[in-house]
């Protein structure tokens, strides 16, 4: 049996054995495809298996129960795919949602731990990434006083240590991963003397949570800790915290409404909620308004440029793939701004970045690489194409970070107009793209990237020797 087992809590139930098997579906969700020898083996099986479930759903409370029964849920489908074969997982999953609801959410936990788990380093980013972070988010973060998103905390961390030297200032995460984030904090902190905080890590994984207890330990910073393995979804909170971060994790919750809400209430009247994240529609898809950028773009990336890394496939039309059909993955990406604004209050609000997500990255950016002009200056055209349109308001924004209170806040620091408000995606089916003129370039329809030393319509790429060919030398 392939399979790990995990001391997992969920909802402040009592910690239980928990068996997960790892790989079991296919990335792309398709069936597998059953050979007919398979097939005749499997008959018995299934007939085995078949009475087994019945037997399991049985003894099963249907009826009652919330999310903190998920627990169970996974125990009962872990037990499933230990004695069902492999080509029958699918149908019968499809099945078992059907007459039992409950335990969707069950396996979509399942597939948030398998994928965590294989992950060595979250914010392990291509190369890509990396030059259009330092040349593009960097200066815009830089006149508020960070370079980047762990410069933002721990520039929230240290003020309020500062302004409360004789207390302990309470700091929660929420889906706080293997903690890497809040240990980099703690030994920024320790660098410069600062030791009044404590830190209360949570995440539904308890194998990341492990990690950071161990790295916590490493370094000599396990007194600053706390982990704590439970379903935020599922969350009984008590307490109150100066600070309350969420790094890249609130793209993952189903129960936006009640996260806030505890958040809110557990948050100190003068404290912060501060988040990084994703903000873009469901599943990380573009709105159709992007979708059209996208592709206009897709028609001048020569086909070397095209194949999907995390999906191991090449896509000649680009897929607005769906993240979320599988585990959590900007579950509900796209209400966490306008429900954040109805709740809170933003002393700093930093947004932006759209289409240049496509081509930087895990899926497609490890096909470009920083050290070649032609990829630098694709990258410097979508850039500014796309800040021109999210200044423009006809794309939104799908990164943020934000400093939120719940006391009133004077002014609400944030980069040009680009407000919490002005950057919420409202329905509307009449959002268009807008002619844009970069840099000097004067040709209607025309773009010229930020540096003005490209200078052209989308169409033109081709031909500009600004571009030399690539790969097949299509370009
Ligand atoms: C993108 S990771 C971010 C982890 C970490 N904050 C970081 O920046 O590396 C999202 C995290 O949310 C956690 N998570 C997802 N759903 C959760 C839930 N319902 N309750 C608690 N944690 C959850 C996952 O286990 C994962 O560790």
């Not at 499933?80 to 039992?100: G, M, N, T």
């Not at 329809?445 to 030398?473: A, D, H, W």
Request: hydrophobic share 35%; proline share 6%; charged share 25%.
């Amino acid at each position: 049996m392939r399979g790990t087992t995990y001391d997992l809590r969920i909802g402040n139930e009592p910690t239980r054995d928990v068996i997960i098997e790892s790989a079991l579906d296919k990335p792309d969700g398709r069936e597998p495809v059953l050979h007919s020898g398979a097939r005749a083996a499997s008959g018995q099986t299934l007939k085995r298996c078949t009475r087994r479930l019945f037997r399991l759903c049985s003894r099963l409370d249907l009826g009652r129960g919330h999310k903190p029964r998920a627990q169970s849920l996974m125990n009962i489908i872990s037990r499933l795919k230990r004695i069902v074969p492999a080509p029958f997982r699918p149908p019968l999953r499809r099945c078992l949602h059907s007459i039992w609801p409950r335990s969707r959410y069950a396996h979509r936990v399942q597939q948030e731990l398998e994928t965590y788990n294989a992950i060595e380093n979250v914010h392990d980013l291509p190369a890509i990434a990396h030059y259009w972070s330092e040349k593009y988010v960097a200066p815009l973060f830089r006149p508020f006083g960070f370079a980047n998103s762990i410069e933002f905390f721990r520039s929230y961390v240290a003020r309020m240590c500062g302004e409360r030297p004789a207390e302990t200032v309470a700091i929660l995460s929420v889906g706080a991963g293997n903690c890497a984030s809040e240990i980099n904090i703690a030994e920024w902190l320790r660098e410069i003397g600062i030791e009044n905080y404590r830190f209360e890590c949570v995440d539904i994984n308890p194998a990341l949570l492990k990690r950071g207890a161990s790295l916590a330990e490493a370094k000599g910073l396990a007194r600053y800790f706390t982990f704590s393995s439970f379903d935020l979804n599922a969350w009984r909170p008590s307490g109150q915290y100066h600070l309350i971060l969420a790094i890249q994790s609130l793209h993952h919750f189903v129960d936006l409404e009640i996260l806030f809400e505890k958040i809110h209430e557990l948050l100190h009247p003068d404290g912060y909620f501060l988040a990084d994240d994703m903000i873009g529609r469901n599943g990380h898809q573009r709105w159709p308004e992007a979708l059209k950028l996208v592709n206009e773009l897709w028609g001048e990336l020569p086909d070397t440029y095209k194949f999907n890394h995390l999906l191991k496939r090449h896509e000649k039309e680009y897929e607005n793939w769906d993240c979320s059909k599988e585990g959590f993955e900007g579950i509900r990406a796209q209400d966490i701004l306008p429900l954040l604004v109805e709740r809170f209050n933003f002393e700093l609000f930093i947004a932006f970045s759209n289409v240049i997500d496509i081509f930087v990255d895990r899926c497609f950016g490890p096909n470009f690489d920083p050290s070649k002009e032609w990829d630098r200056a694709f990258i410097d055209l979508v850039q500014a194409l796309d800040a021109a349109q999210i200044e423009s308001g006809a794309l939104k924004p799908t990164h943020m970070l934000a400093a939120m209170t719940k006391s009133s806040v004077e002014r609400t620091k944030m980069y040009k107009h680009l407000s919490p408000e002005f950057c919420i995606r409202r329905p509307d089916p009449h959002v268009r793209l807008r002619d844009v003129t970069i840099g000097s370039c004067e040709r209607p329809g025309g773009y010229c990237s930020s540096s003005s030393r490209y200078c052209f319509s989308i169409g033109e790429l081709r031909s500009r020797s600004s571009f030399p060919s690539c790969g097949s030398g299509s370009l």
